[in-house]
């Protein structure tokens, strides 16, 4: 009751956060939860993380948009549901999973995947949302399943809220560049703003502060800027995208 109570006051993805680890966290234990909504302009669903402890990049990287391998695992064994919740098994991983991204999954002790969503009426492959559960070093028991089959219509209309509220507001992470456009600017724009705030010489923590997220996924963010660019550290990262215009 209390998570249908706070509900309607989450507007931002810090308080979309907050409210999933005060009262979404005892119903579903988690330490990853990658929520994704449909973009029409885009037309695809687009992924992003809330995590409470910190995780290896490959594995984020493994759901980071509808394509990613284990994203598309997820969408694919939901629509065979038939929009039922569904426990996905990590045991046997598919061969689009990279062995980075198995290895990553090993040492977090990912062993099963909690999956829901919501598609649109007599379209059950045509996802509105999807939302995916991973707890470290647990299984998932009927019960887990059950509370997510009764909150799902709440959390479903909280993180299309927050969608909506940040895309008026200008703060929306931008739609991810095509193919071809990535080839020359391998960063996001989120990533881009980070990095702007890193030239300034700004901490984690007041990056974080500024944009109004956690510290620990402005150091995520850092880390895949890192990787993109094959940058040692931070200052090497700035001069190497001045290099390559993309601040």
Request: proline share 5%; charged share 25%.
């Amino acid at each position: 009751m209390r998570l249908i109570q706070t509900a309607a006051a989450v507007q931002r993805r810090s308080q979309f956060f907050v409210w999933a680890q005060s009262y979404l966290h005892p119903l579903i234990p988690h330490e990853l939860l990658v929520c994704a909504a449909y973009q029409r302009r885009r037309r695809e669903l687009e992924f992003e993380s809330f995590q409470n402890v910190a995780l290896a990049p490959p594995l984020l990287d493994a759901f980071e948009t509808a394509s990613a391998a284990l994203s598309r695992v997820a969408v694919d064994r939901w629509i065979a549901a038939v929009g039922r919740a569904v426990v996905i098994e990590l045991d046997r991983l598919p061969p689009a999973v990279s062995e980075t991204q198995a290895e990553a999954l090993r040492r977090a002790d990912v062993k099963e995947l909690l999956v829901h969503g919501v598609a649109r009426p007599q379209r059950p492959a045509e996802l509105e949302s999807v939302f995916i559960f991973a707890a470290l070093g647990r299984r998932w028991d009927p019960g887990h399943r059950q509370a997510l089959e009764l909150v799902l219509p709440h959390l479903h209309a909280t993180y299309v809220r927050v969608q909506a509220t940040e895309r008026e507001m200008g703060l929306a992470p931008a739609i991810k560049p095509a193919a071809t456009e990535r080839e020359i600017s391998p960063i996001t724009e989120r990533e881009r703003q980070i990095l702007g705030w890193v030239r300034e010489g700004k901490s984690n923590a007041e990056i974080a502060l500024q944009l109004d997220i956690s510290a620990l996924t402005v150091k995520n963010h850092v880390q895949k800027i890192l990787r993109k660019l094959g940058a040692a550290n931070r200052a090497q990262a700035v001069a190497c995208a001045m290099t390559r215009s993309l601040l």
